[in-house]
């Protein structure tokens, strides 16, 4: 009798620890708004931009990323992307104007997507046995989770230590740091170069036609929406809009005792619910379908999102909705990508991953930016909420007809 493959392997092992790293510092932008904006007297949509447009060129790289991998290698695609997102976080540090901010996350995003979930998602995938991928996806999303645990108070520590564009530059040393694990990133070659050139444009252009692979696209948009606006104007939102903190509560004995360090709190228990929720959505991913799933997942945000906006906002309903959403925070991400490897295939599947991913990362650009320009215009965040619950129950409908069991590739060879 064969022995059982193994789940943790070196490669799942390197490719979560990059994956945490970059995770940690993208999460912690949206404690840089309040000291950004009150150093320079910037309106709130000025480093929102600049966090939006990290998101867009996150998605409009994904893709790109996933293709360089596939064509000269896992390892030198996510060593171009920690260059690039340590560069970015470089010139960030000397940056005084908003235009300068927005240009240089255009680096940082393009270093998150060659750090991030499509490269590493489509690495870990091919080197796990059937299986164990969708535990091994879901293990590398957790890590992702469990950055943003660390993150977010690690930059407010940092930031009681030394300004703001010292954390930048440590940041940047972390990143490239996260290259040491290099070595341990190994998996299966998916083709030969000859085989690359023939087939990925008919594989590509066969999932463009698929009806089910437009709806995985058009599914993901909310779930980028919701993320990257929780993300980057949670800890203001809270810090300016939460009940005070009690002197004497469980709270204060925490040494939680502004609404400022409440709301860099809430992002991290947001990634530790996300922990569970993901590893959850993993084993899940292998016993139920996936579309039902992710409707499932789309429909609990879209019912917490509506119940915490009409909540009067205390440090108590703070923690419950964070610990709440956590749960389904990235739970979304193993699946979607296992959906795709299901119908598609492995050999492309960083590429067709980061094609869906994009439509996460427009979801993104428009939470964020919509966020800063709202929060301007209207003094409040309460019109972006309701739209981020409309978008999440058209995500929860239109994943239902996806056609998962059809596999309209299935003829394409897997890795």
């Known amino acids: 009798m064969a022995q059982p493959s193994p789940l943790v392997t070196p490669v799942l092992l390197a490719g979560s620890f990059v994956v945490l790293v970059g995770f940690a510092i993208r999460a912690s932008f949206g404690v840089f708004q309040l000291p950004i904006a009150t150093e320079f007297h910037w309106p709130r949509a000025e480093f929102s931009l600049a966090i939006a447009i990290q ?11 996933g293709a360089a991998a596939e064509k000269i290698g896992d390892r030198k695609a996510i060593i171009l992307g920690a260059l690039a997102y340590a560069l970015g976080l470089v010139l960030s540090a000397g940056a005084t104007t908003p235009i300068e901010h927005q240009l240089y996350e255009v680096l940082v995003g393009m270093g998150i997507a060659g750090t991030g979930f499509g490269v590493v998602l489509a690495v870990v995938g091919r080197a796990s046995s059937p299986e164990n991928r969708s535990m091994s996806l879901a293990i590398v999303t957790a890590a992702g989770s469990a950055g943003q645990v660390l993150g977010p108070p690690l930059a407010e520590g940092l930031l009681a230590l030394m300004p703001w564009q010292s954390v930048f530059v440590t940041f940047a040393a972390l990143i490239l740091g996260s290259l040491l694990v290099l070595p341990w990133i190994r998996s299966p070659a998916p083709a030969s170069r000859a085989e690359l050139q023939e087939s990925m444009g008919a594989v590509v252009l066969g999932a463009l036609r698929d009806p089910s692979f437009a709806m995985i696209f058009m599914g993901f948009f909310s779930c980028g929406y919701q993320l990257a606006f929780i993300t980057a104007h949670f800890p203001a939102f809270v810090a300016e809009s939460c009940g005070p903190i009690m002197l004497g509560s469980v709270l204060h004995s925490m040494g939680i005792t502004t609404t400022q360090a ?3 709190v809430a992002i991290s228990i947001i990634g530790l619910g996300n ?35 009409l909540t009067p906002m205390t440090p108590s309903t703070v923690l419950l909705f964070s610990a709440l959403m956590g749960s389904l925070w990235l739970a979304t991400v193993p699946l979607t990508s296992g959906l795709v490897a299901h119908l598609y295939g492995l050999r492309y599947m960083g590429t067709l991953y980061g094609i869906v991913f994009l439509s996460h990362q427009l979801g993104s650009f428009v939470g964020v930016w919509l966020g800063g320009r709202l929060y301007d215009a209207y003094g409040n965040y309460e019109a972006v909420w309701w739209i981020g619950v409309g978008v999440g129950a058209f995500s929860a409908l239109i994943h239902l007809p996806i056609r998962e069991s059809a596999r309209p590739l299935a003829a394409v060879p897997a890795a």
């Not at 996936?290 to 789309?298: E, S």
């Open 262 to 264: 409440l709301g860099a």
């Open 275 to 309: 922990i569970a929720g993901t590893i959850l959505a993993g084993w899940a991913g292998k016993h139920f379908t996936k579309k039902y799933l992710l409707a499932g997942i789309y429909t609990g945000r879209t019912l917490i999102a509506a119940w915490f906006i």
């Open 55 to 65: 998101n867009l060129a996150w998605g409009f790289g994904q893709p790109l990323f």
